[in-house]
């Protein structure tokens, strides 16, 4: 157990890295899911990553107002939440008409 | 960062250690003593009584769901007063009036849903 | 720097009011219950014509607020834009809403909540401004789009919008942070600042942001490959909002698409151009062939409005101020040939409850005004001479031509062909097929009016495009300084 790799700084790369990594599992979900739920869970994901990485970028970015990147992941986590709210209520609407929220059997209306 | 980095090591060093040990007793005794299953002993075990017939995912009822969209947006509102509660002496006394119309719009929001009978468990 | 903010509140006065208008609009919903039904379209559309008038009290002035709203000819150009579209559907939609849906205050407000999103979208010079008002133009949608909580197709087209809107934001957001990376700002002049002595090498960072954001804001304007979403929310909504869908929505797209490329990436135009250049010939491939096989006019309209979509991409592609001044010729026009369109359709619609091609046959001899302007509309978005859609769209495919993109405005060209074949499918129903129903339909007066107004406009537009053409370069040419 090599002490030098732990004492080792975590960069702009290792962040975006594991912003990317999170993003591509949230992509992944959202496309693969049948389940409308489990689409948006994916699509939140994928929102995570996207706070990650604007964090990461205020961090370590030289820039005049470092504070943007702050500002915007409040803003994002905000419209994730209305967008959760939203997304839900729908779901529900469709559930009592259809008994089902699979988008693939939600099919009245050709994809 | 180097120094708080460093003292984590400790740390590391007894997290390794203890899964060795817990695993290597865990291996060993499922090595070393004799093993037999019958279908009584797969059951779970709740305090000698056998297990309770119902379904074990108990749904929860759609109209709770009202209430969880509710306190989401009331919980996540709060993220905005934080930043706010920080540069309010610098920003002023605009900043009071601007959260104050904020807090408004959103009280407006659930007076609106309120007279509108919306939060009636019926 | 936070001592030389703008912070003067006045400049947004027009969208003050239009938060007003919505909390009236909800109050009356919530406390008169008698007049909400019969008068609230008309107190809305009152409002927004009166806040309409306010904003030309702007005209001419350029100023910011704190830098990240500018209010300047473009700002009050969509401004009465669309103000003036909110106002227009409002009126369509008086007799559906009061026959067939339910809280029309609720639908109402959020048709007001809507125009404050798509004004911001046009006004906004920074990134986040942008994005969140773009979040609550889509916002509002979503829920009108599913507004008809009855109707099992409004449901499914709404949650469908809502999980394809969501997940293009996501993208779009993605692609926002590594511009916001790359540069180092979410400002536009920030941005054009970063980029302005070129960039040194190869910035993947850059790259990579601007094919996500194309992504995300293709979804949003439905561009092909991300068009999915479009005929089943079409097709969904309640008809007034499927032309609201398809002009404001649309257009407010373009909108923030015209001054965020112009402002902030235009020293970086070799990177993007050939996005759009590809993007808008699939797109106007795509949408007008698809088109061909559709037999509900709404899937109909929505395949062709994907087309418009195609020729309006061309001229992002070709981005200048003779494009761009052009481009907003041709999406005024083309907001109220379709406006036109959709009122007649809905009014047949209130009157037959039948929205399938082949249900319109007759139309002639049962509602000939309706027919009439119908068949205007129909022959103005496929760019027939005399009509709104052959001038805008002959000042708009000569700008891009002069860019250089000379191939683009030729596969624009043969596609006005093919989509003229799918309107004189429908204009052939409506003239040459036998009625099922013999009898003439009782029109209301109301609506006979409005539809002769728009059909009016399309007519206007056709024949003095130059009124108009002046007034779009007077908005654009702040862009390009």
Redesign the interface.
């Known amino acids: 157990?090599s002490?030098v790799l732990?004492?080792a700084?975590v960069d702009l790369e290792h962040v975006l890295i594991v912003g990317a990594v999170l993003?591509a599992i949230?992509l992944y979900v959202?496309l693969s899911k049948r389940n409308?739920v489990a689409?948006?869970m994916g699509?939140e994901l994928?929102?995570n990553?996207?706070n990650l990485?604007?964090i990461?970028?205020?961090r370590f970015?030289?820039?005049?107002?470092p504070l943007?990147?702050?500002?915007?992941v409040?803003?994002?986590?905000?419209?994730a939440?209305?967008?959760?709210?939203?997304?839900?209520?729908?779901?529900?609407?469709?559930y009592r008409?259809?008994e089902t929220?699979d988008?693939g059997k939600?099919s009245?209306?050709?994809? | 960062m180097q120094v708080l980095l460093d003292n984590y090591v400790a740390v590391l060093l007894a997290g390794v250690i203890g899964f060795i040990l817990v695993g290597s007793a865990l291996i060993g005794s499922r090595l070393l003593a004799p093993y037999s299953s019958s279908r009584q002993k797969e059951t779970s075990y709740e305090c000698g009584m056998v297990p309770a017939a119902a379904p074990i995912r108990s749904q929860i009822h759609i109209r709770y769901y009202l209430f969880a969209i509710l306190f989401l947006i009331f919980d996540v509102e709060a993220v905005f007063l934080f930043p706010w509660a920080v540069t309010f002496l610098s920003v002023g006394k605009a900043a009071f009036y601007e959260m104050v119309l904020f807090i408004a719009v959103l009280g407006g929001g659930l007076a609106y849903a309120w007279k509108k009978g919306v939060l009636q468990w019926k | 720097m936070s001592n030389e903010l703008n912070l003067d509140y006045t400049l947004l006065t027009p969208e003050f009011c239009l938060a007003g208008l919505a909390a009236i609009v909800l109050g009356i919903d919530l406390f008169a219950p008698q007049v909400r039904k019969e008068w609230l379209p008309y107190i809305t559309a009152a409002g927004l014509i009166g806040i309409l008038g306010l904003s030309l009290g702007w005209v001419e002035k350029e100023s910011d607020f704190a830098g990240i709203i500018a209010v300047d000819n473009y700002t009050t150009f969509f401004r009465v834009f669309f103000l003036a579209t909110a106002a227009v559907v409002v009126l369509m939609s008086a007799q559906f809403v009061r026959d067939r849906l339910k809280n029309p205050g609720e639908y109402y407000a959020l048709l007001v909540v809507s125009t404050i999103g798509a004004i911001y979208m046009a006004a906004s010079r920074e990134l986040l401004t942008a994005y969140i008002s773009l979040e609550v133009l889509s916002f509002s949608l979503y829920v009108l789009v599913s507004f008809a909580r009855m109707d099992p197709r409004s449901n499914e087209g709404g949650l469908k919008y809502m999980l394809l809107g969501a997940f293009a934001s996501a993208l779009l957001l993605y692609g926002l942070s590594f511009i916001y990376g790359s540069a180092g700002s979410t400002f536009y002049s920030d941005i054009a600042a970063a980029y302005a002595g070129g960039t040194e090498s190869f910035d993947l960072a850059l790259l990579m942001g601007l094919v996500l954001l194309l992504a995300g804001l293709g979804f949003k304007v439905a561009a092909v490959p991300f068009h999915m979403w479009t005929p089943d929310a079409y097709e969904g909504a309640p008809l007034p909002i499927t032309a609201y869908l398809s002009a404001t929505s649309k257009i407010a797209g373009f909108a923030l698409l015209l001054r965020l490329f112009s402002s902030a990436f235009m020293p970086v135009i070799d990177d993007w151009q050939w996005m759009f250049a590809a993007l808008a010939a699939l797109t106007m491939v795509l949408g007008n062939l698809v088109a061909l096989q559709q037999s509900n006019i709404k899937r109909l309209l929505a395949y062709s409005s994907i087309g418009q979509v195609g020729y309006m991409l061309m001229a992002i592609a070709a981005l200048s101020s003779g494009t761009a001044s052009a481009l907003l010729l041709h999406m005024s026009g083309y907001v109220v040939t379709n406006l036109a369109a959709f009122s007649c359709i809905i009014a047949w619609y209130n009157l037959t409850d039948k929205e399938e091609i082949a249900d319109m046959r007759g139309m002639a001899e049962r509602a000939p005004l309706l027919a009439a302007a119908l068949t205007a509309a129909l022959f103005s978005l496929s760019g027939m001479p005399l009509f709104a859609g052959f001038f805008t769209k002959f000042i708009l495919f000569q700008a891009v031509a002069d860019e250089g993109f000379l191939w683009l405005a030729v596969i624009a060209v043969v596609m006005s062909f093919v989509s003229l074949y799918y309107y004189l499918m429908v204009i052939k129903e409506l003239y040459i097929s036998k009625p099922e129903e013999e009898g003439r339909l009782q029109v209301p007066l109301s609506v006979t009016g409005l539809t002769a107004a728009l059909a009016a406009g399309v007519f206007y537009v056709g024949i003095f495009p130059r009124h108009l053409f002046e007034v779009a370069q007077e908005a654009t040419n702040l862009l390009f300084v």
């Open positions: 157990m002490i732990l004492a700084r993003f949230g959202a409308a689409v948006l699509i994928m929102l990553a996207v990485t604007f990461a970028f205020a970015v030289e820039s005049p107002r943007d990147g702050h500002v915007f409040i803003f994002v986590i905000t419209v939440a209305a967008e959760a709210a939203v997304a839900l209520a729908l779901a529900v609407a469709v008409h259809r929220i988008v939600i009245l209306l050709r994809w």
